[in-house]
Protein backbone atom coordinates (compact mmCIF):
# COMPACT_ATOMS: atom_id res chain seq x y z
CA UNK A 1 0.00 0.00 0.00
CA UNK A 2 1.23 3.29 -0.82
CA UNK A 3 2.29 5.80 1.84
CA UNK A 4 1.21 8.92 1.73
CA UNK A 5 4.17 10.52 3.91
CA UNK A 6 6.15 9.90 0.92
CA UNK A 7 4.96 12.48 -0.94
CA UNK A 8 4.74 14.84 2.10
CA UNK A 9 7.86 14.06 2.20
CA UNK A 10 9.28 14.69 -1.32
CA UNK A 11 12.52 16.27 -1.46
CA UNK A 12 11.50 19.26 -3.66
CA UNK A 13 14.98 21.39 -2.34
CA UNK A 14 16.69 18.26 -3.93
CA UNK A 15 14.93 18.48 -6.90
CA UNK A 16 15.04 21.92 -7.33
CA UNK A 17 18.79 22.20 -7.36
CA UNK A 18 19.74 19.20 -9.63
CA UNK A 19 16.37 21.53 -12.17
CA UNK A 20 18.69 24.50 -11.84
CA UNK A 21 22.10 23.12 -12.63
CA UNK A 22 20.65 21.21 -15.50
CA UNK A 23 19.43 24.41 -16.91
CA UNK A 24 22.55 25.79 -16.34
CA UNK A 25 23.97 23.36 -18.19
CA UNK A 26 22.25 23.51 -21.23
CA UNK A 27 22.76 27.03 -21.40
CA UNK A 28 26.34 26.60 -21.23
CA UNK A 29 26.68 23.58 -23.56
CA UNK A 30 24.44 25.78 -26.82
CA UNK A 31 27.25 27.98 -26.12
CA UNK A 32 30.10 25.24 -26.60
CA UNK A 33 28.70 24.04 -29.46
CA UNK A 34 27.70 26.96 -31.29
CA UNK A 35 28.36 26.74 -34.15
CA UNK A 36 29.97 23.96 -34.92
CA UNK A 37 29.21 22.98 -38.50
CA UNK A 38 30.94 19.88 -38.39
CA UNK A 39 29.54 18.43 -35.11
CA UNK A 40 25.77 19.06 -35.20
CA UNK A 41 26.22 21.51 -32.31
CA UNK A 42 22.40 21.80 -31.97
CA UNK A 43 21.98 18.06 -32.26
CA UNK A 44 24.69 17.71 -29.07
CA UNK A 45 21.97 20.33 -26.82
CA UNK A 46 19.06 18.35 -28.08
CA UNK A 47 20.35 15.12 -26.98
CA UNK A 48 21.55 16.35 -23.60
CA UNK A 49 18.06 17.50 -23.24
CA UNK A 50 16.27 14.22 -23.78
CA UNK A 51 19.20 12.58 -21.90
CA UNK A 52 18.21 14.91 -18.85
CA UNK A 53 14.65 14.55 -19.09
CA UNK A 54 15.42 10.51 -19.03
CA UNK A 55 17.82 11.47 -16.23
CA UNK A 56 14.73 12.69 -14.37
CA UNK A 57 12.30 10.09 -15.30
CA UNK A 58 15.31 7.72 -13.49
CA UNK A 59 14.89 9.91 -10.54
CA UNK A 60 11.25 9.75 -9.83
CA UNK A 61 11.53 6.23 -10.74
CA UNK A 62 14.45 5.31 -8.30
CA UNK A 63 12.07 6.68 -5.32
CA UNK A 64 9.17 4.17 -5.74
CA UNK A 65 10.81 1.43 -4.12
CA UNK A 66 12.24 0.98 -0.51
CA UNK A 67 15.61 1.40 -0.82
CA UNK A 68 15.83 -1.07 2.15
CA UNK A 69 15.96 -3.42 -1.08
CA UNK A 70 19.15 -2.76 -2.28
CA UNK A 71 21.11 -4.12 0.81
CA UNK A 72 19.87 -7.30 -0.23
CA UNK A 73 20.49 -6.42 -4.18
CA UNK A 74 23.79 -5.46 -3.34
CA UNK A 75 26.12 -8.09 -4.68
CA UNK A 76 24.20 -8.56 -7.78
CA UNK A 77 24.67 -5.12 -8.87
CA UNK A 78 28.05 -5.57 -8.27
CA UNK A 79 28.73 -8.87 -10.11
CA UNK A 80 26.62 -7.08 -12.88
CA UNK A 81 28.75 -3.93 -13.01
CA UNK A 82 31.94 -6.18 -12.62
CA UNK A 83 30.14 -8.11 -15.98
CA UNK A 84 29.71 -5.00 -17.82
CA UNK A 85 33.61 -3.73 -16.91
CA UNK A 86 34.45 -7.53 -18.47
CA UNK A 87 32.51 -7.09 -21.35
CA UNK A 88 34.05 -3.68 -22.36
CA UNK A 89 37.46 -4.86 -22.36
CA UNK A 90 36.09 -7.62 -25.23
CA UNK A 91 33.45 -6.01 -27.21
CA UNK A 92 33.84 -2.17 -26.44
CA UNK A 93 34.26 0.39 -28.72
CA UNK A 94 37.60 1.79 -29.51
CA UNK A 95 37.96 5.99 -29.37
CA UNK A 96 40.76 7.86 -28.75
CA UNK A 97 43.07 4.54 -27.87
CA UNK A 98 40.47 3.86 -25.21
CA UNK A 99 38.35 0.82 -25.18
CA UNK A 100 35.41 2.57 -21.99
CA UNK A 101 32.37 2.05 -24.41
CA UNK A 102 29.83 -0.45 -24.78
CA UNK A 103 27.81 0.42 -27.89
CA UNK A 104 23.70 0.36 -27.31
CA UNK A 105 22.34 1.18 -30.81
CA UNK A 106 20.90 4.49 -29.66
CA UNK A 107 23.82 5.47 -27.34
CA UNK A 108 27.08 4.38 -26.14
CA UNK A 109 27.20 3.44 -22.46
CA UNK A 110 30.17 3.60 -20.04
CA UNK A 111 30.13 1.00 -17.61
CA UNK A 112 32.50 2.79 -15.23
CA UNK A 113 29.95 5.39 -14.23
CA UNK A 114 27.79 2.04 -13.29
CA UNK A 115 30.65 0.94 -11.35
CA UNK A 116 30.59 3.91 -9.31
CA UNK A 117 27.21 3.53 -7.62
CA UNK A 118 27.59 -0.30 -7.37
CA UNK A 119 31.04 0.31 -5.27
CA UNK A 120 28.91 2.93 -3.08
CA UNK A 121 26.07 0.39 -2.32
CA UNK A 122 28.50 -3.04 -2.24
CA UNK A 123 30.40 -0.74 0.56
CA UNK A 124 27.46 0.29 2.25
CA UNK A 125 25.71 -2.83 2.56
CA UNK A 126 29.26 -4.33 3.99
CA UNK A 127 29.58 -1.45 6.40
CA UNK A 128 25.86 -1.38 7.62
CA UNK A 129 26.11 -5.34 8.24
CA UNK A 130 29.91 -5.42 9.97
CA UNK A 131 28.62 -2.41 12.11
CA UNK A 132 30.30 -4.55 15.06
CA UNK A 133 34.10 -2.49 14.72
CA UNK A 134 34.28 0.79 16.46
CA UNK A 135 37.94 1.40 14.94
CA UNK A 136 38.66 -0.82 11.92
CA UNK A 137 41.66 -2.23 11.82
CA UNK A 138 43.73 -3.13 7.95
CA UNK A 139 42.85 -6.71 8.49
CA UNK A 140 39.36 -5.87 8.91
CA UNK A 141 39.26 -4.36 5.91
CA UNK A 142 40.19 -7.01 3.68
CA UNK A 143 37.26 -7.81 2.27
CA UNK A 144 36.72 -3.90 1.13
CA UNK A 145 39.94 -3.53 -0.84
CA UNK A 146 38.72 -6.98 -2.66
CA UNK A 147 35.57 -5.07 -3.34
CA UNK A 148 37.21 -2.00 -4.49
CA UNK A 149 40.06 -3.78 -6.10
CA UNK A 150 38.67 -5.99 -8.62
CA UNK A 151 36.62 -2.85 -11.03
CA UNK A 152 39.60 -0.66 -10.14
CA UNK A 153 41.99 -2.80 -11.97
CA UNK A 154 39.03 -3.28 -14.64
CA UNK A 155 38.77 0.30 -15.34
CA UNK A 156 42.06 0.68 -15.33
CA UNK A 157 43.21 -1.80 -17.55
CA UNK A 158 40.55 0.17 -20.86
CA UNK A 159 42.62 2.14 -20.33
CA UNK A 160 40.45 5.14 -17.83
CA UNK A 161 43.20 6.17 -14.99
CA UNK A 162 40.42 9.09 -14.24
CA UNK A 163 37.66 6.85 -13.65
CA UNK A 164 39.98 4.08 -11.36
CA UNK A 165 40.68 7.13 -9.37
CA UNK A 166 37.76 8.16 -8.62
CA UNK A 167 36.48 5.32 -7.99
CA UNK A 168 39.10 4.49 -5.28
CA UNK A 169 38.43 8.43 -3.73
CA UNK A 170 35.08 7.57 -3.43
CA UNK A 171 35.67 4.42 -1.63
CA UNK A 172 38.42 5.57 0.68
CA UNK A 173 35.73 8.54 1.80
CA UNK A 174 33.06 5.88 2.19
CA UNK A 175 35.73 3.58 4.65
CA UNK A 176 36.99 6.94 6.49
CA UNK A 177 33.57 7.40 7.87
CA UNK A 178 33.71 4.07 9.09
CA UNK A 179 36.58 5.38 11.90
CA UNK A 180 39.49 3.21 10.92
CA UNK A 181 42.11 3.48 13.47
CA UNK A 182 44.56 6.36 13.43
CA UNK A 183 47.68 3.57 13.55
CA UNK A 184 46.20 1.83 10.27
CA UNK A 185 45.87 5.18 8.56
CA UNK A 186 48.95 6.13 9.02
CA UNK A 187 50.24 2.95 7.78
CA UNK A 188 48.00 2.98 4.78
CA UNK A 189 49.16 6.45 4.21
CA UNK A 190 52.92 5.84 4.23
CA UNK A 191 51.80 2.47 2.52
CA UNK A 192 50.29 4.30 -0.80
CA UNK A 193 52.87 7.00 -0.98
CA UNK A 194 55.98 4.47 -1.02
CA UNK A 195 54.26 2.99 -3.66
CA UNK A 196 54.07 5.71 -6.10
CA UNK A 197 57.50 5.20 -7.50
CA UNK A 198 56.27 1.47 -8.21
CA UNK A 199 53.52 2.83 -9.88
CA UNK A 200 55.34 5.74 -12.40
CA UNK A 201 56.81 2.55 -14.39
CA UNK A 202 53.32 1.22 -14.62
CA UNK A 203 52.09 4.26 -16.37
CA UNK A 204 51.59 4.64 -20.34
CA UNK A 205 53.51 6.86 -21.63
CA UNK A 206 50.71 9.65 -22.79
CA UNK A 207 50.21 9.38 -18.80
CA UNK A 208 53.35 10.18 -17.55
CA UNK A 209 53.11 13.20 -20.17
CA UNK A 210 50.07 14.61 -18.85
CA UNK A 211 52.04 14.71 -15.16
CA UNK A 212 55.01 16.58 -16.95
CA UNK A 213 52.50 18.82 -18.61
CA UNK A 214 50.84 19.71 -15.57
CA UNK A 215 53.89 20.60 -13.66
CA UNK A 216 55.37 22.79 -16.67
CA UNK A 217 52.77 23.02 -19.07
CA UNK A 218 54.90 25.84 -21.26
CA UNK A 219 56.90 23.12 -21.95
CA UNK A 220 54.51 21.97 -24.86
CA UNK A 221 52.65 24.78 -25.68
CA UNK A 222 51.28 23.49 -28.87
CA UNK A 223 51.02 19.60 -27.98
CA UNK A 224 50.33 18.11 -24.23
CA UNK A 225 50.22 21.86 -22.58
CA UNK A 226 47.72 22.76 -25.29
CA UNK A 227 44.61 22.01 -23.14
CA UNK A 228 45.71 23.43 -20.06
CA UNK A 229 46.95 26.23 -21.28
CA UNK A 230 44.17 27.15 -23.43
CA UNK A 231 41.40 26.18 -20.67
CA UNK A 232 43.66 28.99 -17.81
CA UNK A 233 43.59 31.53 -20.62
CA UNK A 234 39.05 31.30 -20.75
CA UNK A 235 38.91 31.31 -17.12
CA UNK A 236 41.16 34.26 -16.48
CA UNK A 237 40.16 35.86 -19.35
CA UNK A 238 36.38 36.18 -18.08
CA UNK A 239 37.69 38.34 -15.12
CA UNK A 240 34.88 39.45 -12.90
CA UNK A 241 31.60 39.36 -14.97
CA UNK A 242 32.60 37.57 -17.96
CA UNK A 243 32.75 38.16 -21.83
CA UNK A 244 28.97 37.65 -22.46
CA UNK A 245 27.27 34.99 -23.82
CA UNK A 246 27.81 33.54 -26.85
CA UNK A 247 30.92 36.17 -26.62
CA UNK A 248 33.45 33.93 -25.47
CA UNK A 249 36.60 34.58 -27.64
CA UNK A 250 38.60 31.35 -26.79
CA UNK A 251 34.83 29.36 -27.08
CA UNK A 252 33.83 30.83 -30.42
CA UNK A 253 36.98 30.16 -32.06
CA UNK A 254 37.15 26.74 -30.41
CA UNK A 255 41.02 27.50 -29.35
CA UNK A 256 39.57 25.65 -26.38
CA UNK A 257 39.53 21.62 -26.64
CA UNK A 258 36.56 19.11 -25.52
CA UNK A 259 34.81 22.81 -24.14
CA UNK A 260 31.28 20.40 -24.52
CA UNK A 261 32.97 17.72 -22.30
CA UNK A 262 35.58 18.34 -20.02
CA UNK A 263 36.27 21.50 -20.38
CA UNK A 264 32.70 23.19 -20.34
CA UNK A 265 33.24 24.89 -16.79
CA UNK A 266 36.27 26.80 -18.69
CA UNK A 267 33.58 27.56 -21.33
CA UNK A 268 31.44 29.16 -18.03
CA UNK A 269 34.16 30.81 -16.70
CA UNK A 270 34.96 33.12 -19.92
CA UNK A 271 31.65 33.96 -20.61
CA UNK A 272 30.04 34.58 -17.22
CA UNK A 273 33.37 35.22 -14.92
CA UNK A 274 34.28 35.17 -11.41
CA UNK A 275 30.13 35.85 -10.21
CA UNK A 276 29.39 33.00 -12.49
CA UNK A 277 31.57 30.56 -11.76
CA UNK A 278 30.92 31.21 -8.28
CA UNK A 279 27.64 30.94 -8.12
CA UNK A 280 27.56 27.15 -9.56
CA UNK A 281 30.10 26.25 -7.77
CA UNK A 282 27.64 27.49 -5.16
CA UNK A 283 24.89 25.62 -5.89
CA UNK A 284 26.99 22.28 -6.21
CA UNK A 285 28.19 22.94 -2.69
CA UNK A 286 24.52 23.50 -1.72
CA UNK A 287 24.14 19.81 -3.11
CA UNK A 288 26.92 18.80 -1.61
CA UNK A 289 25.19 19.78 1.98
CA UNK A 290 21.84 19.00 1.65
CA UNK A 291 23.32 14.92 1.12
CA UNK A 292 25.49 15.36 4.14
CA UNK A 293 22.42 16.81 5.42
CA UNK A 294 20.21 13.75 4.05
CA UNK A 295 22.94 11.18 5.42
CA UNK A 296 22.99 12.69 8.83
CA UNK A 297 18.90 12.11 9.13
CA UNK A 298 18.08 8.77 7.54
CA UNK A 299 17.38 6.47 10.71
CA UNK A 300 20.25 3.13 9.60
CA UNK A 301 23.71 2.34 8.89
CA UNK A 302 22.80 1.54 5.51
CA UNK A 303 20.83 4.56 3.84
CA UNK A 304 23.18 7.16 6.22
CA UNK A 305 26.26 5.73 3.75
CA UNK A 306 24.43 4.90 0.85
CA UNK A 307 23.84 8.87 1.03
CA UNK A 308 27.47 9.73 1.70
CA UNK A 309 28.81 7.71 -1.35
CA UNK A 310 26.69 9.19 -3.71
CA UNK A 311 27.33 12.63 -2.57
CA UNK A 312 30.96 11.43 -2.73
CA UNK A 313 30.72 10.90 -6.22
CA UNK A 314 29.27 14.57 -6.87
CA UNK A 315 32.24 16.04 -4.52
CA UNK A 316 35.03 14.56 -6.15
CA UNK A 317 34.27 14.74 -9.51
CA UNK A 318 33.55 18.75 -9.21
CA UNK A 319 36.88 19.42 -7.38
CA UNK A 320 39.05 17.11 -9.60
CA UNK A 321 37.15 18.60 -12.73
CA UNK A 322 37.32 22.45 -11.66
CA UNK A 323 40.91 21.48 -10.61
CA UNK A 324 41.50 20.40 -13.73
CA UNK A 325 40.60 23.12 -15.74
CA UNK A 326 42.15 25.85 -14.14
CA UNK A 327 45.63 23.97 -13.55
CA UNK A 328 46.25 22.69 -10.10
CA UNK A 329 45.64 19.03 -11.01
CA UNK A 330 46.62 17.05 -14.33
CA UNK A 331 44.14 17.00 -17.17
CA UNK A 332 43.00 13.54 -16.51
CA UNK A 333 39.38 13.14 -18.48
CA UNK A 334 36.83 13.64 -15.72
CA UNK A 335 33.69 15.57 -16.79
CA UNK A 336 32.13 18.15 -14.54
CA UNK A 337 29.02 15.78 -13.02
CA UNK A 338 25.72 17.10 -14.34
CA UNK A 339 27.56 19.60 -16.35
CA UNK A 340 29.30 18.43 -19.34
CA UNK A 341 27.80 16.54 -21.80
CA UNK A 342 27.45 13.32 -22.11
CA UNK A 343 24.78 10.66 -21.72
CA UNK A 344 26.30 8.35 -19.64
CA UNK A 345 27.67 10.49 -16.91
CA UNK A 346 23.78 12.10 -17.00
CA UNK A 347 21.93 9.04 -16.22
CA UNK A 348 24.21 7.11 -13.59
CA UNK A 349 24.50 10.65 -11.57
CA UNK A 350 20.61 11.04 -12.02
CA UNK A 351 20.00 7.64 -10.79
CA UNK A 352 22.09 8.28 -7.68
CA UNK A 353 20.30 11.29 -6.63
CA UNK A 354 17.19 8.82 -7.25
CA UNK A 355 18.70 7.14 -4.66
CA UNK A 356 19.17 9.89 -2.46
CA UNK A 357 15.71 11.46 -2.75
CA UNK A 358 14.94 7.94 -1.79
CA UNK A 359 16.76 8.21 1.46
CA UNK A 360 15.16 11.69 1.92
CA UNK A 361 11.64 10.70 1.77
CA UNK A 362 11.89 7.51 3.71
CA UNK A 363 13.76 9.26 6.59
CA UNK A 364 10.64 9.08 9.01
CA UNK A 365 10.47 5.19 8.75
CA UNK A 366 12.06 3.83 11.84
CA UNK A 367 13.87 -0.15 10.83
Avoid at 76 to 96: E, M, Q, R
Avoid at 123 to 147: A, C, N
Avoid at 199 to 213: A, G, P, S
Avoid at 270 to 276: A, L, P, S, T, V
Amino acid sequence: MFDRRLLQNFDWILLLLLIIIGSISLINLYSATFPIRDAGGSQIVIKQTYWYLIGFAVLLMMTTFDYHKLERLAWPIYLASLLLLVLVLIIGKVSSGSQRWLSLGVMNFQPSELAKISIVIILSQFFSTHGEYSDYRLRDLWQPFILILLPFLLILKEPDLGSAMVLAIIAFSITLIMKIRWTSLLFLIVTVLSSIPFVWFTLKDYQKKRIFTFLNPESDPLGAGYHIIQSKIAVGSGLLGGKGFLKGTQTRLHFLPEQHTDFAFSVLAEEWGFFGSTFLLILYLFLILWGINIAKNSKDRFGSLLAIGITAIVFWQVVINVCMTIGLMPVVGIPLVLFSYGGSSILSTMLGMGLLMNISMRRFMFQ
